[in-house]
């Protein structure tokens, strides 16, 4: 800020741009020059009257700074002394005259020239700045003290003095500051705000100190109380040591359980060494407590302990009925397992894969697996693990590093041959930590496993003799290479009747015990149970229908409290309704009327099958692409187009005229919109709804279907026959439409089911129509009729009532 009491003068001098440093007024500095344009910059300074400008310049790394990379204001100085040293550059020592302002610089012989500006202040003494003056001295000496990098008694000589110009700028030079913080103090041309701005600073200064001389005094403390505790732990050594008893005790009862645990060689001979080097450290030491925790895991991981193998097959095979029903073939690859350990002295371990809907029984039929062959059983859930860490564990280099959850679980086991259930394998997922399905590979390789190495162990373990079971609700999520090295099983959803089993015998006397009944309280007939599969639930398992006898039996055991221990009551068909309220779901499709345009379809779920109604309007228009809603993926909506196609191939067939679709829109709904739809599977579904539209001839709708379609009308096969066809025996239609192909399938469907549906196999479209139809196709073809304007359609053909899956 300038003032009418400024002074200029304006001058010419030879310029030096200085690095990492800011020179003040009255300050003596010494510093080298390197530079070939500051060489000669001071040899035209010392050929004149030894004085130069010098400017810090911005960026100290670059060495041919420019005007605008030097800060504006700088320092007049006169060189007091010059040193031509060996290797060609020059000490020199100057002092600080007076600030400047840098105006113009040019480049002179090889040097730069400044056109400089002086501001001078003349200063009026006053109370104001003797106030000024004195506080800046007391907090000075106060800075001073606190400062270990100054001399005190140096400094508090320096800065008495009567000039404050000349105080703050001795005062500024003297602070510990940075350089950007140095050049706005030096920019400061006034003597009295720079006297207020260096109070300023000193008050920051002095509180930055005193926080630091806190943290040093509470560090000292701690320091001074580690040597206190190291000094008298050396002194119970010692006496422990005269006695006879202590610490070396402990180092031999280590030595002794790594003896007896039974390590490979290399293991043993690694636990010794991390025996010598704790026994050399001090206790209290960071390093001593890692190499004990370490030593702890070598010790606590089972190395030989195995379980006693029940062999015995006929055992096995009745503890897995009394624990589940049905699920044969699951049980039958069990007993084969067991078969082969009979025979074979030491077989490889094995690695299963249960794959099925959720509440099936894949996590119970592991502990079921357990309990038949007397092995201890771990589970590690595997839902939303991402980190590889996880599974191998972290470097002992880490801070709280731990072994990985394989180790852990063997740990927990205490046996070397458990099952071992990996719940939820499909729900794995990655990021920028690794992959965890990838660390797995080696865990269920029984190639690899027999050397499985723990990145916290850093040893090989041996995994081969643990008994691995996978659990996944779908198959696609699991990348290939794991999916290789497992044996997949399949569990299906349950038919009603196994419903029915499963809960008289397992879940209506689960759900009793839990609610504290006895058999006098209550009682479910099949009818009660059947009524509760069909009108409560909609599932492949027995989650829900466990759930919903658990709500039965929680109001019985109110009325119980309320009435007495002697209360009784049947639960029945007729009065399931009065526990658990209104039914969620209708019980049949099979007995609503026929009508154009809908029908009925089967879907493949990660939840089990599902049934999925097609709704089909033709409406006036002017023949555009067919309209697709629902929420369709694009397999379906382009099995959705190939049926339009086929269905306008097939104009004669339908009695329809050749250009029909030219004044028609055809729409395709697949109701509950809000639910993502995909798959081929709904070709043939589709179109026999646009038959059947265009026709104005109804769909029967006791019968499902499902099926890929081609152009040519050719059906094609589908996955997931086992599970559309327990949907379609589940919503009460017991007619299905299937493809040809899909007849070597029913293998894999039971028994009861097959005989309790009628199925039809197809090759072609037009065998679909044949028997979905309620009423055959025209026999009359139109040559080559133009298409005459849409007919109005009955209301009974377009109202369709709500789809249920």
Not at 45 to 59: E, G, N, R, S
Not at 786 to 805: C, D, G, K, N
Request: glycine content about 6%; overall charge neutral.
């Amino acid at each position: 800020m300038t003032t009418s009491k400024e002074k200029f003068e304006t001058k010419k001098l030879p310029m030096m741009p200085i690095r990492d440093v800011v020179i003040f007024p009255f300050m003596m500095t010494p510093f080298v020059v390197g530079r070939e344009s500051s060489v000669r910059a001071l040899e035209e300074a010392l050929a004149a009257d030894k004085k130069i400008f010098l400017a810090t310049q911005h960026d100290a790394s670059i060495d041919e700074p420019k005007a605008n990379e030097i800060y504006q204001v700088g320092t007049i100085v006169n060189i007091v002394q010059s040193l031509k040293l060996p290797d060609g550059n020059i000490k020199v020592l100057v002092e600080g005259i007076e600030r400047g302002r840098l105006l113009q610089a040019s480049d002179v012989d090889g040097y730069m020239q400044a056109s400089v500006r002086v501001a001078r202040y003349p200063l009026e003494m006053n109370q104001q700045i003797e106030a000024g003056m004195q506080r800046v001295t007391t907090l000075f000496e106060q800075y001073v003290k606190l400062c270990q990098a100054l001399n005190y008694e140096t400094m508090i000589s320096a800065v008495r003095m009567e000039d404050p110009a000349k105080l703050t700028d001795i005062i500024a030079a003297n602070l510990q500051l940075s350089i950007e913080e140095k050049q706005e103090l030096l920019e400061i041309f006034d003597p009295s705000e720079r006297l207020s701005r260096i109070a300023d600073v000193l008050d920051v200064e002095i509180e930055k100190l005193n926080v630091d001389r806190t943290i040093q005094s509470r560090v000292k403390r701690q320091m001074e109380k580690a040597q206190k505790e190291y000094y008298l732990n050396e002194k119970i050594k010692a006496i422990q040591k005269e006695l006879g008893r202590g610490e070396k005790s402990e180092f031999d009862e280590l030595k002794k359980k790594v003896d007896a645990a039974g390590m490979p060689k290399e293991v043993k001979d690694k636990a010794l060494q991390e025996l010598k080097k704790l026994e050399a450290m001090p206790p209290m030491s960071a390093e001593s407590t890692v190499s004990r925790n370490y030593l702890d895991w070598l010790l606590a991981v089972p190395w030989k302990k195995r379980s006693k193998e029940i062999r015995n097959i006929s055992r096995a095979e009745k503890v897995l009925n009394e624990d589940h029903y049905g699920l044969e073939k699951i049980k039958e690859r069990i007993l084969e397992f067991l078969a082969v350990r009979q025979l074979v002295k030491n077989p490889k371990g094995s690695i299963l894969c249960f794959v099925g809907p959720p509440g099936v029984g894949k996590t119970s039929l592991g502990m079921s697996i357990a309990k038949a062959t007397g092995r201890k059983f771990v589970r590690m859930s595997l839902g939303g693990v991402r980190d590889e860490a996880e599974i191998r564990g972290h470097r002992r280099t880490y801070i709280g590093a731990l072994p990985g959850q394989i180790i852990q679980m063997m740990k927990k086991a205490g046996t070397k041959n458990p099952v071992f259930m990996l719940d939820e394998v499909d729900k794995m997922s990655m990021d920028f930590r690794g992959d965890p399905s990838a660390a797995l590979l080696e865990v269920l390789d029984p190639e690899q496993n027999y050397m499985f190495v723990d990145h916290y162990l850093d040893v090989e373990y041996d995994l081969s003799q643990v008994f691995f079971i996978a659990t996944a609700n779908v198959m696609h999520t699991i990348p290939p290479a794991l999916q290789d090295r497992m044996e997949v099983l399949r569990l299906h959803g349950y038919t009603e009747q196994e419903k029915v089993e499963i809960a008289k015998q397992f879940l209506v006397k689960k759900q009793m015990v839990q609610a504290g009944l006895s058999e006098k309280n209550v009682k479910f007939t099949d009818e009660a149970i059947t009524a509760l599969i069909r009108s409560y639930t909609r599932e492949a398992g027995v989650r829900n229908l466990e759930r919903e006898i658990g709500n039965v039996c929680r109001k019985v055991a109110r009325k119980v409290v309320k009435e007495g221990v002697d209360y009784s009551i049947a639960i029945t068909a007729d009065n399931v309704n009065d526990f658990l309220g209104v039914i969620k779901f209708r019980d049949t499709l099979a007995h609503e009327k026929s009508e154009v345009g809908l029908v009925t379809g089967l879907a493949w779920t990660e939840v089990g099958g599902s049934i999925l109604s097609t709704e089909v309007s033709v409406v006036e228009g002017k023949g555009a692409k067919p309209i697709l809603t629902g929420k369709l993926g694009d397999v379906m909506q382009e099995s959705a187009q190939a049926a339009v196609t086929y269905v306008r191939s097939r104009w004669q067939r339908l009695g329809l005229p050749r250009d029909f679709y030219r004044n028609i829109d055809i729409h395709v709904h697949v109701p509950e919109g809000a639910i993502p739809k995909d798959g081929p599977s709904a070709g043939i579904t589709i179109a026999t709804a646009i038959s059947s539209a265009l026709s104005k001839i109804p769909v029967r709708r006791d019968i499902a279907m499902t099926g890929e379609i081609t152009l040519r009308g050719k059906v094609l096969p589908i996955g997931g026959l086992k599970e559309k066809l327990l949907a379609a025996h589940r919503a009460g239609l017991f007619e299905v439409i299937l493809p040809r192909d899909n007849e070597k399938d029913l293998a894999e469907v039971p028994e009861n089911l097959r005989n309790a549906m009628k199925l039809h196999f197809v090759d072609t479209m037009d065998q679909v129509l044949q028997i979905a139809l309620e009423a055959p196709l025209p026999t009359t073809l139109h040559e080559d009729v133009t298409a005459q304007p849409l007919a109005p359609i009955p209301p009974s053909a377009t109202e369709a009532p709500a789809a249920h899956q």
